[in-house]
């Protein structure tokens, strides 16, 4: 498969907890993209990465929230001490450098809060 | 007020229908336009840029107003297989990130 691939698919937690999503981006495409998206709702841009820098984070992305992209491949979004409000789906686009217009979506982490 | 605006909708149309969506944008800056489209617990899929010019991709007519500020769909001859969402997608300024609306949801019916 050489779209995008977002693990798990979904994830339920319980309030307080720590979850670590991971996005693998195609391969030959240097920026990632964070959204998260709820029910009713377009997707809301969280973060993004060109290569391995982060160079824009939404104000959506509290501090709870930090992403990372070690190697300029695959990203993780670590949310700590969830709350029910995270409850949404996550999804990580890729794009080449320039050209979002191309950006490619994977399915989607669900994260369910209880 | 939002970036993106949309009307969420629901539109129902019978098959074979003429529907079409607007949406209009906040910044006068903004360059580029897209329409998504969004299959239910699907990710989104780009379906057409939107040129100034207006562009046309089979059944599917994307419109640009920049004095105005908005963004229209036109779709015809509904098929079922076009019931799902329609987001409409402005990419900021600064070429950096696509701002979504909240997305419009077409149900065709038989």
């Known amino acids: 498969d050489t779209g995008v691939s977002q693990n798990p698919r979904h994830k339920i937690t319980k309030r307080g907890q720590n979850v670590t999503f991971r996005c693998d981006p195609i391969s030959e495409h240097n920026r990632l993209y964070w959204y998260r998206q709820t029910l009713g709702q377009g997707p809301e841009f969280l973060t993004y990465f060109q290569n391995e820098a982060q160079l824009e984070k939404s104000r959506l992305l509290s501090d709870r929230f930090s992403a990372e992209r070690p190697k300029g491949s695959f990203s993780t979004l670590e949310i700590q001490r969830t709350e029910q409000g995270d409850s949404a789906m996550y999804l990580c686009?890729?794009?080449?450098?320039?050209?979002?217009?191309?950006?490619?979506f994977g399915q989607g982490t669900r994260l369910t809060v209880v | 007020r939002k970036e993106v605006e949309q009307d969420p909708g629901p539109f129902n149309v019978p098959e074979g229908a003429t529907v079409a969506f607007n949406c209009t944008y906040s910044?006068?800056?903004?360059?580029?336009f897209f329409w998504y489209r969004q299959d239910c617990r699907k990710e989104p899929k780009l379906l057409m840029s939107v040129y100034s010019s207006g562009n046309e991709d089979g059944r599917f007519t994307a419109q640009l107003n920049r004095a105005s500020q908005y963004i229209s769909l036109l779709i015809r001859d509904s098929k079922l297989s076009d019931s799902a969402t329609y987001l409409c997608v402005v990419m900021d300024t600064g070429f950096q990130k696509l701002v979504f609306g909240t997305g419009t949801r077409l149900l065709v019916s038989p």
């Open positions: 686009a890729s794009s080449l450098r320039r050209d979002p217009t191309e950006a490619f």
């Open positions: 910044n006068s800056a903004s360059q580029s």
